[in-house]
């Protein structure tokens, strides 16, 4: 995958608004960040986004009860538009600036690069993610999504039933993140 698109990222304004599907407060883990690129046979335009793949794993507000649930897989996709393409660095950008919690000029071609690489550095990060419907600049109805923090693993542990944890985190997983994240304290 060439990423082409995302040369030049150290420069990208930071936008903190990003799509997404329902509105609600999610605890969320990310098990996958991936790229994808093609042309489309249906008008020859060249398509990508970036996606980070997810799984809820706590509902915590919920306003219309149309939300994702606990246990469900999610991708958030940022989308390249073709009308706006600073847009999709911005947004780019913007997400992981918010879900590293990292000055945003430590985001940088090859850090994009590895985050989608084998190497996964993402993947396991607990993050709440909040998703809030508003308008595009058209004045169409769109979600927005905002990632307000990392997680705590062992405020994850604390929400979660013996049973949620066990099926998220098998074998001992939390409580190893837990020790983890004490002795990097």
Not at 51 to 58: G, H, N, S
Not at 62 to 91: E, T, Y
Request: charged share 35%; hydrophobic share 35%.
């Amino acid at each position: 995958m060439s990423l082409e698109s995302l040369k030049g990222i150290e420069d990208a304004e930071l936008s903190d608004r990003l799509p997404w599907d329902q509105p609600g407060v999610y605890i969320e883990r990310i098990d996958k960040v991936h790229h994808k690129e093609w042309t489309s046979k249906k008008d020859g335009q060249s398509k990508e986004f970036i996606a980070f793949d997810k799984t809820v794993l706590a509902v915590l507000d919920d306003d219309d009860s149309k939300s994702h649930f606990a246990g469900q897989q999610v991708s958030h996709k940022i989308w390249r538009n073709l009308s706006w393409p600073k847009m999709f660095m911005s947004s780019v950008k913007g997400a992981i600036v918010q879900i590293m919690r990292c000055d945003p000029k430590d985001v940088t071609w090859e850090s994009v690069k590895e985050m989608i690489s084998d190497k996964q550095p993402l993947t396991d990060v607990l993050v709440e993610c909040e998703v809030r419907p508003g308008e595009t600049n058209e004045g169409k109805p769109f979600n927005f999504v905002t990632y307000n923090r990392r997680v705590p693993a062992a405020e994850v542990k604390e929400r979660l039933s013996e049973d949620k944890q066990n099926r998220f985190f098998p074998n001992g997983k939390l409580d190893k993140m837990i020790e983890l994240e004490a002795a990097a304290a």
